[in-house]
């Protein structure tokens, strides 16, 4: 029976003051400590408050799948008035640049560079 008092007196923390036992200074090892960018898994185990903004421009807080901050829903093109669809489509695809002439090399001296010639 004193054995026993013993052994659970050992396993009290005011027993040993300086010291804590194992289970106590435990910490969680798993694979998202090594992670420092982003996790690396397709399957959450949780819901994430995330904002989510409509095409209206109002927000909605809700929860998502995946750790995102912002959440934002495509415009319909279909909805809006011809003059702003044209303009939102020349800012997605600008024009190219019109190709300029091309340098020819007729009107260049070439004993302005004979000096770089010379070995």
Known sequence: ???????LSALRLDAFPGLLPAF?????LNSNRAAVSHLHRQLY????????????GSTVRLRYKEPKRILMLPLDSSTLPEAERK???RRQFPSRPKAGPEETFEGIDLATYKRFWKK
Do not use: H, Q, W
């Open 24 to 28: 106590a200074a435990s910490v969680r």
């Open 87 to 89: 303009a939102r489509l």
């Open 1 to 7: 029976m004193a054995a026993a008092s013993l052994a």
């Open 45 to 56: 185990g949780r819901l994430y408050p995330i904002l989510l903004v409509k095409t209206d």
